[in-house]
């Protein structure tokens, strides 16, 4: 694992006051608090162009089970984003250039009103900040705190009607931009689907930021989603198209490898991968393995969506 260098760092160049950018980012007291910790200020993040790159220093916090965040550098400069490279330390620099602006996110099928969101309008949702635990499918885990906002208010926007059962995601198609597109052993774009009580659930998030600022090219800017109960090959980026469906969609990963990888993902440390098991990770940054956590720590919420789904199947 090779930390970013501060040399590939773009410096940041725009800053609003603190104050503006609560107001912009509609944030409440508590976070201001935590934001205050901060040394320096993070781009303002309904207006920075997605060239800049985060300079807020990594903040000494933890997550609900006291496991410290992920320092930002390891968060930007390790990531999975096939679109670019199969080289997680390598996305980074690859996807440096990727625009991300303008950028739309349609939103149709079985609704009632289907609309095409600008990145713009979709900084218009009230953000919060939610610090997840992120579980790779290959045993490891990074702790992060994204910017963004519930799935479920954009969904409601929409309307869905009563025969959309599933939630189907893409990734943009643009192998100019993305070198990993002209592999043709995956069959793009990434897609990825829900069930519809998954998305609406709360903790399924539209991520737009983390640390206080845009997502970067590598973490999926301008807009990803992160379910964090679920392998992290779920968790979508740069998503340009929402499909409300009928039928359990297929995703990238079902159709290139459905012998190991299926549609529901639910992280579980009695359903070994073919060929690893799943029972411990690495949180990244520690040198000891840990036990995967049930539903990567987030049963007490998530547990109740699925009452009748065998444990053996939640893999497959
Ligand atoms: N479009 C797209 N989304 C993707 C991926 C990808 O290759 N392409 N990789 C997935 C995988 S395997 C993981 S673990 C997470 C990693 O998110 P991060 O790199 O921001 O930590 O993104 C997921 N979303
Ligand atoms: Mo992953």
Same mark, same amino acid.
């Not at 939103?107 to 990145?119: A, S």
């Not at 713009?120 to 949702?125: G, H, K, N, S």
């Not at 490891?140 to 939630?167: H, N, Q």
């Given at each position: 694992m090779v930390p970013i260098k501060s040399s590939e760092i773009t410096p940041e160049h725009i800053y609003l006051s603190r104050r503006k950018f609560l107001q912009a980012a509609g944030l409440f007291a508590a976070n201001a608090v935590l934001l205050a910790a901060c040394g320096r200020q993070p781009t303002p993040l309904a207006t920075s162009p997605a060239t800049s790159v985060v300079a807020a220093p990594s903040r000494d916090e933890a997550d609900e089970l006291s496991n410290a965040l992920t320092p930002l550098a390891t968060v930007l400069g390790y990531a999975n984003y096939y679109e670019f490279t199969l080289n997680p330390t390598a996305v980074a620099r690859l996807s440096q250039g990727f625009s991300t602006s303008p950028?739309?996110?349609?939103?149709?099928?079985?609704?009632?009103?289907?609309? +095409?969101?600008?990145?713009?309008?979709?900084?218009?949702?009230?953000?919060?900040?939610?610090?997840?635990?992120?579980?790779?499918?290959?045993?490891?885990?990074?702790?992060?705190?994204?910017?963004?906002?519930?799935?479920?208010?954009?969904?409601?926007?929409?309307?869905?009607?009563?025969?959309?059962?599933?939630?189907?995601?893409?990734?943009?198609?643009?192998?100019d931009q993305m070198p990993g597109q002209k592999d043709r052993s995956f069959p793009w774009p990434y897609v990825e689907g829900l069930r519809m009580d998954e998305a609406m659930h709360d903790l399924t998030l539209l991520a737009t930021g983390l640390y206080g600022s845009d997502l970067q090219p590598q973490n999926g800017a301008p807009v990803r989603l992160v379910v964090p109960w679920k392998y992290g090959f779920k968790s979508i980026k740069s998503i340009v198209k929402i499909d409300l469906v009928e039928e359990m969609p297929q995703s990238l990963w079902m159709?290139?490898?459905?012998?190991?990888?299926?549609?529901?993902?639910?992280?579980?440390?009695?359903?070994?991968?073919?060929?690893?098991?799943?029972?411990?990770?690495?949180?990244?940054?520690?040198?000891?393995?840990?036990? +995967?956590?049930?539903?990567?720590g987030y049963a007490d919420e998530v547990a109740g969506l699925y009452p009748d789904l065998d444990l053996r199947d939640w893999y497959y």
């Open positions: 950028w739309q996110v349609a939103v149709g099928g079985l609704v009632n009103k289907p609309k +095409t969101f600008d990145i713009d309008d979709l900084r218009t949702f009230e953000q919060e900040e939610r610090i997840y635990r992120m579980r790779c499918v290959e045993a490891w885990a990074m702790v992060i705190p994204w910017f963004g906002f519930p799935l479920s208010r954009l969904l409601k926007e929409v309307e869905p009607l009563s025969t959309a059962k599933y939630v189907r995601f893409e990734t943009l198609y643009d192998p159709a290139t490898n459905p012998r190991e990888y299926g549609f529901w993902a639910n992280v579980n440390p009695e359903v070994p991968h073919p060929r690893w098991s799943q029972a411990t990770e690495r949180l990244i940054g520690e040198n000891r393995r840990r036990e +995967t956590l049930f539903l990567n």
